[in-house]
Nanobody, 123 residues
Protein backbone atom coordinates (compact mmCIF):
# COMPACT_ATOMS: atom_id res chain seq x y z
CA UNK A 1 0.00 0.00 0.00
CA UNK A 2 1.33 3.40 -0.99
CA UNK A 3 1.35 6.13 1.65
CA UNK A 4 1.11 9.77 0.56
CA UNK A 5 2.17 12.94 2.37
CA UNK A 6 1.35 16.38 0.97
CA UNK A 7 3.17 19.60 1.73
CA UNK A 8 3.45 23.12 0.40
CA UNK A 9 0.10 24.60 1.28
CA UNK A 10 -0.29 28.00 2.85
CA UNK A 11 -1.74 31.48 2.61
CA UNK A 12 -1.16 33.48 -0.55
CA UNK A 13 -2.64 36.60 -2.10
CA UNK A 14 -4.72 36.43 -5.25
CA UNK A 15 -2.46 36.25 -8.27
CA UNK A 16 0.27 34.49 -6.35
CA UNK A 17 1.72 31.01 -6.69
CA UNK A 18 2.23 27.90 -4.61
CA UNK A 19 3.75 24.51 -5.33
CA UNK A 20 2.32 21.48 -3.62
CA UNK A 21 4.32 18.30 -3.23
CA UNK A 22 3.15 14.77 -2.60
CA UNK A 23 5.79 12.34 -1.41
CA UNK A 24 5.02 8.65 -1.63
CA UNK A 25 6.38 5.53 -0.05
CA UNK A 26 6.57 2.36 -2.09
CA UNK A 27 8.77 1.37 -4.98
CA UNK A 28 5.87 0.96 -7.39
CA UNK A 29 4.55 4.52 -7.05
CA UNK A 30 5.87 5.46 -10.46
CA UNK A 31 3.43 3.01 -12.05
CA UNK A 32 0.42 4.59 -10.37
CA UNK A 33 -1.86 7.22 -11.79
CA UNK A 34 -1.68 10.23 -9.49
CA UNK A 35 -4.36 12.81 -8.95
CA UNK A 36 -4.82 16.07 -7.12
CA UNK A 37 -8.23 16.84 -5.65
CA UNK A 38 -9.55 19.67 -3.53
CA UNK A 39 -12.41 20.20 -1.15
CA UNK A 40 -13.74 23.56 -0.05
CA UNK A 41 -15.97 23.93 3.02
CA UNK A 42 -19.48 22.74 2.29
CA UNK A 43 -18.56 21.39 -1.12
CA UNK A 44 -17.81 17.98 -2.54
CA UNK A 45 -14.27 16.86 -3.25
CA UNK A 46 -13.41 17.67 -6.85
CA UNK A 47 -10.76 16.64 -9.32
CA UNK A 48 -8.07 19.23 -10.04
CA UNK A 49 -5.37 17.50 -12.08
CA UNK A 50 -3.87 14.11 -12.75
CA UNK A 51 -0.84 12.45 -14.30
CA UNK A 52 -0.43 8.90 -15.49
CA UNK A 53 2.60 6.65 -15.25
CA UNK A 54 3.47 7.64 -18.81
CA UNK A 55 3.23 11.35 -18.13
CA UNK A 56 -0.14 12.09 -19.69
CA UNK A 57 -1.94 14.86 -17.86
CA UNK A 58 -5.50 16.03 -17.39
CA UNK A 59 -6.90 19.16 -15.78
CA UNK A 60 -10.19 20.46 -14.55
CA UNK A 61 -11.47 23.29 -16.73
CA UNK A 62 -11.29 25.67 -13.78
CA UNK A 63 -7.49 25.34 -13.49
CA UNK A 64 -6.38 24.84 -17.09
CA UNK A 65 -3.61 27.23 -18.02
CA UNK A 66 -2.91 28.07 -14.36
CA UNK A 67 -1.97 24.76 -12.73
CA UNK A 68 0.63 22.24 -13.83
CA UNK A 69 1.01 18.69 -12.55
CA UNK A 70 4.36 16.94 -12.82
CA UNK A 71 6.23 14.05 -11.29
CA UNK A 72 9.74 13.03 -10.34
CA UNK A 73 9.84 9.24 -10.35
CA UNK A 74 13.32 9.15 -8.85
CA UNK A 75 12.02 11.02 -5.82
CA UNK A 76 8.63 9.27 -5.72
CA UNK A 77 7.05 12.69 -5.71
CA UNK A 78 4.29 14.40 -7.65
CA UNK A 79 3.87 18.17 -7.77
CA UNK A 80 1.13 20.68 -8.42
CA UNK A 81 2.37 24.09 -9.48
CA UNK A 82 -0.40 26.62 -8.97
CA UNK A 83 -0.10 30.03 -10.57
CA UNK A 84 -2.48 32.98 -10.84
CA UNK A 85 -4.31 31.76 -7.78
CA UNK A 86 -7.84 32.98 -7.14
CA UNK A 87 -9.87 33.14 -3.92
CA UNK A 88 -12.07 30.36 -5.31
CA UNK A 89 -9.03 28.06 -5.30
CA UNK A 90 -9.16 28.08 -1.50
CA UNK A 91 -9.58 24.50 -0.30
CA UNK A 92 -7.87 21.54 1.27
CA UNK A 93 -5.83 19.88 -1.46
CA UNK A 94 -5.38 16.13 -1.49
CA UNK A 95 -3.01 13.88 -3.36
CA UNK A 96 -4.37 10.51 -4.43
CA UNK A 97 -3.14 7.48 -6.33
CA UNK A 98 -4.68 4.56 -8.17
CA UNK A 99 -2.87 1.52 -9.49
CA UNK A 100 -5.49 0.03 -11.76
CA UNK A 101 -7.21 1.36 -14.82
CA UNK A 102 -7.21 4.67 -16.62
CA UNK A 103 -7.11 8.12 -15.10
CA UNK A 104 -10.43 9.12 -13.67
CA UNK A 105 -11.87 12.23 -12.08
CA UNK A 106 -13.93 10.37 -9.49
CA UNK A 107 -12.56 10.27 -5.93
CA UNK A 108 -13.87 6.79 -5.00
CA UNK A 109 -11.83 5.23 -7.81
CA UNK A 110 -8.56 6.20 -6.13
CA UNK A 111 -6.97 3.72 -3.73
CA UNK A 112 -4.69 5.88 -1.62
CA UNK A 113 -5.04 9.37 -0.17
CA UNK A 114 -2.84 11.83 1.64
CA UNK A 115 -3.95 13.80 4.68
CA UNK A 116 -4.46 17.02 2.75
CA UNK A 117 -2.87 20.45 2.84
CA UNK A 118 -4.70 23.75 3.23
CA UNK A 119 -4.46 26.38 0.51
CA UNK A 120 -5.95 29.77 1.28
CA UNK A 121 -6.03 32.55 -1.31
CA UNK A 122 -6.87 36.01 -0.03
CA UNK A 123 -8.45 38.68 -2.20
Amino acid sequence: QVQLVESGGGLVQAGGSLRLSCAASGRTFSSYTKGWFRQAPGKEREFVAGITWSGSTRYADSVKGRFTVSRDNAKNTVYLQMNSLKPEDTAVYYCAAKNVGIMTMTPPTYDCWGQGTQVTVSS
